[in-house]
Nanobody, 124 residues
Framework: QVQLVESGGGLAQAGDSLRLSCAASGRTFSMYVMAWFRQAPGKEREFVSFIRWDGGTTVYADSVKGRFTMSRDNVENKVSLQMNNLKPEDTALYYC?????????????????WGQGTQVTVSS
């Protein structure tokens, strides 16, 4: 089992920055990739970014590319999402997810562990 706990959400204005963190515990040695997803009210959960736990390869959704940066800390077993130049359309509940089998994907269906989410609200 892997437990994930997100933190760092909050209120921001357009153009501001926020940093989200996700702390992993449990069988963290089994993690292959970690990701961030988000879900706005009335919308489906969408991919934001993922990072491979071993090599650090990152992939971003086009909507956040150039504004968001995902990083990992293998020692402290956590990932972070630095969000710059926030836009009102970034408003959503942000989830951290982990996959413990080989393979990377932008689909939420392949991630088998999820955090509870942290709310990010951006006003114009």
């Amino acid at each position: 089992q892997v437990q994930l706990v997100e933190s760092g959400g909050g209120l921001a204005q357009a153009g501001d920055s926020l940093r989200l963190s996700c702390a992993a515990s449990g069988r963290t040695f089994s993690m292959y990739v970690m990701a961030w997803f988000r879900q706005a009210p009335g919308k489906e959960r969408e991919f934001v970014s993922f990072i491979r736990w071993d090599g650090g390869t990152t992939v971003y959704a086009d909507s956040v590319k150039g504004r968001f940066t995902m990083s990992r800390d293998n020692v402290e077993n956590k990932v972070s999402l630095q969000m710059n130049n926030l836009k009102p359309e970034d408003t959503a509940l942000y989830y951290c997810a982990a996959r413990t089998s080989p393979g990377v994907s932008t689909s939420s269906l392949v991630y088998n562990y999820w955090g509870q989410g942290t709310q990010v609200t951006v006003s114009s």
